[in-house]
């Protein structure tokens, strides 16, 4: 008849003030780690009033560390920032695997926001404000794209300040006269054919005074790098 098999025993950890509890088997893991040889008894322990063996880490962090021990994954939060500690507490545990996993997804994130800021700069806006107060258009974008908008550069034709408001546009925005007209159809159909596309609408104030706006972006290929 077999013998019955060894139940796993159950510890109690007091990690700098946290208590956790876990098998011998999952602390003893990764045996060349400082986990496994305090808990293979081959390094010294202490335990506190209440019998929980006491570890001098980072309480709220070993948490991570505990999971790692059980799942052989690196389970972390979304938005997780405190890389710095959890790297030096898996140093401290002396867990290798932990810590190469670590450096590994360290960097995984690191190329990503790379990735992602190279994504967002070929990229480039334009906006449209329309006061109902006043009706005038206001738009802000890159002059020499702002400058090809025909439907804005007719309502500057007898004025001899245009290209000056129009090296503003960016920062401050090109705001038409007071009593120009402009085609919001036209001027739409413009940016369009100019590869952008609408990605944002918003409104503020009330009916009579609101200010509308519209957001336009496009992706920066070769046909529009010289515009």
Known sequence: MDSPAVADEVLNLNVGGCIYTTSRSTLTRFPDSMLGSMF??????????????????????????????????????????????????ADFYQIQELI??????????????????????????????????????????????????????????????????????EVYGLTTPRGKSVKRLQLFKEITELGFMLVCTSSSGGDERSTDRWTFSRHVAEDFLNI
Do not use: M
């Open 40 to 89: 293979s008894d081959r390094l010294p322990s202490n335990v506190d009033d209440c019998n929980r063996y006491v570890i001098d880490g980072d309480g709220p962090t070993f948490r991570h560390i505990l999971n790692f021990l059980r799942r052989s994954k690196l389970i972390l939060p979304d938005n997780f920032q405190e890389w710095d500690i959890l790297s030096a507490e």
């Open 100 to 169: 190469q996993l670590i450096d590994e997804t360290r960097e995984q994130n690191r190329q990503s926001q790379i990735e992602e800021q190279e994504a967002i700069k070929s990229y480039e806006f334009l906006e449209v404000e329309f006061e109902c107060a006043n009706g005038q258009w206001l738009i802000f974008g890159k002059p020499k794209l702002v400058g090809q908008l025909s439907a804005i550069k007719c309502c500057f034709a007898q004025l001899a300040n245009y290209k000056s408001q129009l090296k503003k546009a």
